[in-house]
């Protein structure tokens, strides 16, 4: 059974950069996209972008500028970097596994437990 | 862009009640919907894809229905342990999710 745990700092100041890994432990990369979505306080789920096992890197328009989004298949693990943040950045960051049938769609699963990432000076 | 709504955003039922949770694409989105539950402080989990698709290890009690822009997440013989936030989301076009309905304990 696939899992996925992340980590990385909780704490940023406005103008940092944020950094989240996730670690993929049960399964193999390959056939899959690595995503990561977050959930602002009060507000629902976002997605940020993802990458698939060949290093190809899709990103929501709204914050593609600033979204960097790496895989090391040596240790099995993928990573966000958010750069410039801002309070808005403020939220609960998840890792998550996108799974794609051709008839059926895709759907995320399974998720990270989740980092909460917060913006404050 | 598609855009997700979720209706109502709140509700209030009893153990063994039946829920029933709305989901509205602003477009059509074929059968590309999925369901997750979320409780506070844990991984969000999926529930259903492609409309009415039981993932492996859910109770028999969740089910989804739908097509085109409306959809259904139903809950049957509500458990203590389904009192959680719902989230529909489609993955026709890129990856909208809705805002979210959370069953609470009447």
């Known amino acids: 059974q696939v899992q996925l745990q992340q980590w990385g700092a909780g704490l940023l100041k406005p103008s940092e950069t944020l950094s989240l890994t996730c670690a993929v432990y049960?399964?193999?990369?390959?056939?899959?996209?690595w995503t990561w979505i977050r959930r602002p306080p009060g507000k629902g789920l976002e997605y940020i972008g993802e990458?698939?096992?060949?290093?190809?890197?899709h990103s929501n328009p709204s914050l593609k500028s600033r979204v960097t989004i790496s895989l090391d298949t040596s240790k099995n693990q993928f990573s966000l970097e958010l750069s410039s943040v801002t309070a808005a950045d403020t939220a609960v960051y998840y890792c998550?596994?996108?799974?794609?049938?051709?008839?059926?769609?895709?759907?995320?699963?399974?998720w990270g437990q989740g980092a909460l990432v917060t913006v404050s000076s | 862009d598609i855009q997700m709504t979720q209706s109502p955003p709140s509700l209030s039922a009893s153990v063994g009640d039946r829920v029933t949770i709305t989901c509205r694409a602003s477009?059509?989105?074929?059968?590309?919907l999925n369901w997750y539950q979320h409780k506070p402080g844990k991984a969000p989990m999926l529930l259903i894809y492609?409309?009415?698709s039981l993932q492996s290890g859910v109770p028999s009690r969740f089910s989804g229905s739908g097509s085109g822009t409306n959809f259904t997440l139903t809950i049957s013989n509500l458990q203590p342990e389904d009192f959680a936030t719902y989230y529909c989301?489609?993955?026709?076009?890129?990856?909208?999710f809705g805002p979210g309905t959370t069953v609470t304990i009447k």
């Open positions: 998550a596994r996108r799974v794609i049938q051709i008839l059926n769609g895709n759907w995320f699963d399974p």
């Open positions: 049960g399964g193999s990369f390959s056939g899959f996209s």
């Open positions: 990458i698939n096992h060949s290093g190809s890197i």
């Open positions: 477009q059509g989105v074929n059968k590309y």
């Open positions: 492609s409309t009415s």
């Open positions: 989301q489609q993955s026709y076009s890129s990856f909208a």
